[in-house]
């Protein structure tokens, strides 16, 4: 079944312990996007990726890192979470080139932040 | 200025009747994509249906249809038959070819629209 994956799913944590979502997808996709979604804001893109070794900053990267090591996984670290990214973060993944694909995302990860 | 607009925050229909959830948008970019997703409750975001700029019809997929009225900037999202699993948040998103040179697909979305469908 074609999916993106993202664990954890839930996560209660305290400020300065550093994290990583985990994202994974079995598309083939180049193209792999985080966002966070708080309400009232819609989602808002924080970094993403073109191809392996490619990243870039989305519109609020700050306190965010990224890596794409593998084109099938996408990694969102947060070195020194702080409650004001206590959020709903989603991982999506398209496909390069196809104006009309979708973006395809994870089910979120509900990050709290203490 | 704000890219994709819903607005309205909330709306409610009555089972099997049609809905018109309103979005319009704002972009210099000729060529873009527009996106209707569904979020239940859960929370996963579900894709609905697309349709691109230079598309001459209106996107369908099943009960959901696209008013595309490009000159009016506005993509409304239109449900048939509405049912009781039809509740959600609906978002509407663009994609922009030129965002960083075409590198990003990036989508942008709206605030969002809650849909309750009453019995």
């Known amino acids: 079944e074609a999916q993106v994956t993202q664990n954890p799913r839930y996560l209660i944590t305290v400020t300065g312990k550093k994290l990583t979502v985990t994202c994974s997808q079995n598309m083939n996709h180049e193209y792999m996007s985080w966002y966070r979604q708080d309400p009232g804001l819609g989602l808002r893109q924080i970094y993403y990726?073109?191809?392996?070794?490619?990243?870039d900053k989305g519109d609020v990267p700050e306190g965010y890192k990224v890596s794409r090591k593998e084109k099938r996984n996408f990694p969102l670290i947060l070195e020194s979470p702080s409650p004001n990214q206590t959020s709903l973060y989603f991982c999506?993944?398209?496909?390069?080139?196809?104006?009309?694909?979708?973006?395809?995302f994870g089910d979120g990860t509900r990050l709290s932040i203490l | 200025a704000q890219k994709i607009t819903q607005t309205q925050p909330g709306m409610f229909v009555q089972e099997k009747e049609a809905v018109t959830l309103d979005c319009t948008y704002d972009t210099s970019d000729p060529s873009y994509g527009l996106f209707w997703y569904k979020q239940p409750s859960s929370g996963e975001m579900i894709f609905l249906i697309y349709?691109?700029?230079?598309?001459?019809q209106n996107a369908t997929e099943g009960r959901y249809s696209l008013n595309f009225q490009k000159a009016r900037k506005s993509a409304n999202l239109v449900i048939s038959a509405s049912q009781l699993g039809d509740s959600a948040m609906y978002f509407c998103?663009?994609?922009?070819?030129?965002?960083?040179?075409?590198?990003?697909?990036?989508?942008?979305f709206g605030k969002g629209t809650l849909l309750t469908v009453n019995p």
């Open positions: 990726s073109m191809n392996v070794e490619v990243t």
């Open positions: 999506a993944s398209s496909p390069q080139g196809v104006s009309g694909q979708p973006q395809h």
């Open positions: 998103a663009m994609r922009e070819a030129s965002n960083s040179g075409g590198s990003n697909y990036k989508l942008t």
């Open positions: 349709q691109g700029s230079y598309d001459q």
